[in-house]
């Protein structure tokens, strides 16, 4: 089934705001997920479908007991380049590290081709 971007986009920050990762079946099976500006211990990037899916289930084991996501303030926007979309979100939440609240904003830059 092929998706717009602005689709994807969609579905993906659903994704984050519900289970912390993006649905694995957004990516091809040599999708690409870059990490230009991130937090030490985070690679660079992670190639394919495959250790996308890996990273993401080995970040969500034990979730719940350090952070619940309370609300997301999400805007998607639309680019130049029809198959490009960024998805600006801001979580709102709970860290039981801390216990305290947090809010952290993220840009993404999305690029959907063939659908």
């Known amino acids: 089934m092929s998706r717009t971007p602005r689709e994807v986009a ?7 705001v519900a289970d912390g990762g993006i649905a694995d079946d957004l990516f091809a099976a040599d999708g690409v997920l870059a ?6 211990g ?6 394919g ?5 890996a990273h993401f289930k080995a970040l969500s084991e034990g979730r719940q007991e350090k952070i619940t996501i ?5 805007k998607i926007r639309e680019t130049d380049d029809a198959g490009v979309v960024m998805i600006e979100m801001t979580q709102h939440g709970h860290s039981y590290i801390t216990n305290s609240p947090f809010q952290i904003t993220t840009l ?6 063939h659908g």
Do not use: H, Y
């Open 108 to 113: 993404s830059v999305v690029r959907v081709c």
């Open 49 to 53: 479908r495959d250790a996308i899916r």
């Open 35 to 40: 990490w230009p500006f991130r937090i030490p």
């Open 70 to 74: 309370e609300n997301a303030d999400v």
């Open 42 to 47: 985070v690679p660079a990037e992670i190639c």
């Open 10 to 16: 969609e579905e993906a920050a659903r994704s984050l």
